[in-house]
DNA sequence: TCAAAAGTGTTGCTAGTACACCCATGT
DNA sequence: ACATGGGTGTACTAGCAACACTTTTGA
């Protein structure tokens, strides 16, 4: 881990993610807990070096933390609250913890560098949930799958730039087909339909549901899934590309 | 003109504001004519005070163009390509051009510092055209009102950046109602329905586009419009708030 | 009375919703 | 056979497009 080198990055601006994946008929978010602070919960982020783009920072940040490269990432919004960050209630809290944490790598320079103030350029992407090994960062205790229902009070403006991404994911949804990147390569039509609950927090109507979806066009059917139930097996899907 | 204080502001970060009017069955975007260097056209921009949130900074720049307040501005994307400014073939004559015309605002640090790398934020905004009185800003011989048909090519990634405000601008229109802004408080069906085809470059029929608009119940009928013209006289409309 | 264009009405299509029904599967 | 859930079909509705028609205005 060597030391960090703030002139290789672009001062006072940052990208956010919200990685989204699916998992129990719930929607879920993976956040990460600060081994600084107690009860300290962050978006996994980072900064933009003066080589890349925006869009490939984000590619990176996201291949650090799932080691996955491919995935479907969507700018969303940038977020530029003067006081996002420099009039947090953590501020002091991350502040103090580098200091104790990250002495090697963020000498005090660096850590007024990181705490002051940031604009942020906020990324969702979708990942099948099952794929993803998450790789803690530096100054990370661990990460964690979490319900988008229940996710605990995060530093600075997280929960907004959770909500605003949960918005952009729900009005994308229909218009891009993108939601079958949160599932297995194979699926039911009960799964995807559970997957749309999850993301709308509604209820569909299983037949009218499969009219839509059959309607779109996008779905090869490829067998039948015989899990032992005593009812009818269900047909296995899987996205054209 | 005081000098350009660096301090003040985020560095590497700028805003572009798509200005977007309705004139002559056209939509329009207004653009400025640099002082410096032949032909040289870019969007009003600006820089974000340290002190100001990015979409204040946008409504600031916004202000300081248009002389209007409470204009309706989006933010829509961020673009963020390393090489948007310091691989643009414009680079070099803009900084030529802020040499031999600014020397007293822009000292060569300040000169490096403005021509370094830079993401944008891009917001758009919808003028009632006849409202506004474009000032020019520093270093910009004029403001020009240009169908967004007919753009010429303009610094860096300008057109670009009009091209994603017009797709942005499109996806809106329905959902949000923002069209109004673009034309004066009262207006005719026959005038709303030719913003639309400006701005989808599409033509509607009348009797279908009418029923559809009305049938948003935002509409307020007020009066008739006799133009002398010998035939039926249209009905005027304002937007309810 | 006529031309121009505003405004309204009618019909048919399509997409979405609600309902009902049949089918496959394992006990 | 039967309970369970998968899958399909039909009727109803709302919203949109295409057509035809009437009304207003000033020459």
Same mark, same amino acid.
């Given at each position: 881990m060597g030391e960090f080198r703030k002139e290789d990055y672009i001062a006072q601006l940052s990208i956010d993610c919200v990685i989204f994946g699916y998992n129990n008929n719930e929607l879920k978010v993976l956040i990460s807990k600060l081994s600084y602070g107690e009860d300290l919960w962050s978006l996994p982020g980072g900064f933009i070096l003066q080589t890349e783009s925006i869009d490939q920072a984000a590619s990176r940040i996201l291949m650090e933390r %799932? /080691?996955? #490269?491919n995935i479907y990432l969507e700018q969303f919004r940038a977020f530029g609250s003067p #006081?996002? $960050? $420099? /009039?947090?209630? +953590?501020r002091e809290v991350v502040r103090a913890g580098l200091r104790d944490f990250a002495a090697k790598k963020f000498d005090d320079e660096a850590i007024d560098w990181v705490t002051s103030r940031f604009v942020c350029i906020g990324y969702y992407a979708l990942v099948d949930l099952n794929k993803v090994d998450p790789k803690i960062g530096e100054f990370e205790e661990f990460l964690k799958w979490v319900s988008i229902e229940d996710?605990? !009070?995060? %530093?600075?403006d997280h929960n907004e730039i959770v909500e605003e991404a949960h918005k952009s994911l729900r009005q994308n949804l229909d218009e891009k087909l993108i939601g079958f990147n949160l599932l297995p390569e194979e699926f039911t039509m009960r799964e995807i339909k559970e997957l749309y609950e999850a993301i709308y927090d509604k209820e569909f109507p299983m037949n009218n549901f499969q009219k839509k979806i059959l309607g779109l066009d996008v779905l090869e059917r490829l067998g039948k899934k +015989? %899990? /032992?139930?005593? !009812?009818r097996a269900p047909y296995i899907y899987k996205f054209k590309k």
């Amino acid at each position: 881990m060597g030391e960090f080198r703030k002139e290789d990055y672009i001062a006072q601006l940052s990208i956010d993610c919200v990685i989204f994946g699916y998992n129990n008929n719930e929607l879920k978010v993976l956040i990460s807990k600060l081994s600084y602070g107690e009860d300290l919960w962050s978006l996994p982020g980072g900064f933009i070096l003066q080589t890349e783009s925006i869009d490939q920072a984000a590619s990176r940040i996201l291949m650090e933390r %799932t /080691g996955l #490269d491919n995935i479907y990432l969507e700018q969303f919004r940038a977020f530029g609250s003067p #006081d996002r $960050i $420099i /009039g947090s209630e +953590y501020r002091e809290v991350v502040r103090a913890g580098l200091r104790d944490f990250a002495a090697k790598k963020f000498d005090d320079e660096a850590i007024d560098w990181v705490t002051s103030r940031f604009v942020c350029i906020g990324y969702y992407a979708l990942v099948d949930l099952n794929k993803v090994d998450p790789k803690i960062g530096e100054f990370e205790e661990f990460l964690k799958w979490v319900s988008i229902e229940d996710l605990p !009070n995060m %530093t600075h403006d997280h929960n907004e730039i959770v909500e605003e991404a949960h918005k952009s994911l729900r009005q994308n949804l229909d218009e891009k087909l993108i939601g079958f990147n949160l599932l297995p390569e194979e699926f039911t039509m009960r799964e995807i339909k559970e997957l749309y609950e999850a993301i709308y927090d509604k209820e569909f109507p299983m037949n009218n549901f499969q009219k839509k979806i059959l309607g779109l066009d996008v779905l090869e059917r490829l067998g039948k899934k +015989y %899990t /032992g139930a005593q !009812n009818r097996a269900p047909y296995i899907y899987k996205f054209k590309k």
